[in-house]
C-alpha cells in the first residue's frame, strides 16, 4: 500500500486489512508513507505491535516533494518480503483477497491475477460474466494486481519514466503479458474501495495536466516500448533512501 496525505482513507482501510492479513497468517502489508504531511506517521505509530510482529512493515520516503504512483508502488513492492506481491491501493479493502488468490496460485504458481470489483451501477451479472468484462476502471480497484516477487522484479516493477499517475496498472500487465505470464482476472464482490475523483488522483502529482491527457501520454509511452520489446522498466535505477519501521535506515 502507498499513501500521500491520505490518511483519511487509510484510517478507514488500514485496520480493517491489518485484521485481514492477521487472520491469512503468513502474509503481511507494505505501507509506504511518500512524505506525507498529514500525521500519518505519528497515527501509525499507534500499529506497532503489528510492526513488531511481522504483519506490517512501515517505509517512510521522507524526501519527495510530489507523488509518483510508479516510485511508490515499487518501494512498497520491493520491501515486500513474501513470495508474492499484490498491489492494494490505500482506498481499497483486501476483503477476501488472500484466500482467493492462494487459491488460483496453489493451482498455477506462476500467474498474474488482476482483481477488480464490477461496477454495481452496471447491470448484474454472473461471476463468470463479470470476469470477462472490463472492470470498471473508475472504481478505484483497478490496480488490484498480483504476481510473483520474482516475476516483477524480472519486469523492473513499474515504469518509473511514466508520468505520476495513471496508465502503470495497464502497462505493468501489459509487460507480463508480453513476457509469458499467463494472466487471469479476478472479481470481488462488496465494495472493495473508497471513490476518488480523478482530481484526487493528481492532486499531489505536481503536474498541471489533467488525468485523462497523462493517461493519454503515459499510454503511448507504454506502446512504444512494448512495439521495441522493452518489457523490463528502469534500468539504471538508483536505489533510496527510506526508515523502515521507524528505526532502520535502508534503500530501496
Not at 15 to 42: K, W
Not at 127 to 139: I, L, Q, T, V
Request: glycine share 8%; proline share 5%; charged share 30%.
Amino acid at each position: 500500500m502507498t499513501c500521500k496525505n491520505r490518511l483519511w482513507q487509510l484510517s478507514d482501510t488500514l485496520p480493517d486489512n491489518l485484521r485481514r492479513v492477521e487472520e491469512a497468517g503468513d502474509s503481511e502489508i507494505v505501507l509506504v508513507n511518500y512524505n506525507s504531511d498529514d500525521g500519518l506517521d505519528a497515527w501509525v505509530r499507534r500499529f506497532q505491535g503489528c510492526i513488531d510482529s511481522g504483519v506490517l512493515r512501515y517505509v517512510h520516503e521522507r524526501s519527495e516533494p510530489y507523488f509518483h504512483a510508479s516510485k511508490a508502488k515499487n518501494l512498497a513492492h520491493f520491501a515486500a518480503t513474501g513470495r508474492y506481491v499484490v498491489n492494494l491501493d490505500a482506498d481499497n479493502f483486501i476483503g477476501e483477497t488472500i484466500p482467493a488468490w492462494r487459491a488460483l496460485w496453489a493451482e498455477e504458481p506462476d500467474l498474474l491475477i488482476h482483481g477488480f470489483s464490477p461496477d454495481k451501477h452496471r447491470k448484474q451479472r454472473s461471476e463468470e460474466e463479470a470476469a470477462r468484462c472490463r472492470p470498471d476502471s473508475g472504481n478505484g480497484t483497478y490496480g488490484r494486481i498480483g504476481l510473483p516477487r520474482t516475476r516483477f522484479l524480472a519486469l523492473g516493477g513499474y515504469d518509473e519514466h511514466l508520468l505520476p499517475s495513471a496508465h502503470e496498472d495497464q502497462d505493468l500487465m501489459d509487460r507480463a503479458t508480453a513476457h509469458g505470464l499467463p494472466v487471469v482476472r479476478r472479481p470481488q464482490p462488496g465494495s472493495a474501495a473508497i471513490r476518488n475523483s480523478h482530481r484526487e488522483t493528481m492532486r499531489y502529482s505536481g503536474i498541471t495536466l489533467d488525468w485523462w491527457d497523462v493517461r493519454e501520454l503515459n499510454k503511448e509511452r507504454s506502446a512504444e516500448n512494448l512495439r521495441l520489446g522493452r518489457l523490463t522498466a528502469n534500468h539504471g535505477r538508483s536505489p533510496v533512501k527510506v526508515l523502515l519501521n521507524f528505526t532502520e535506515e535502508t534503500e530501496l
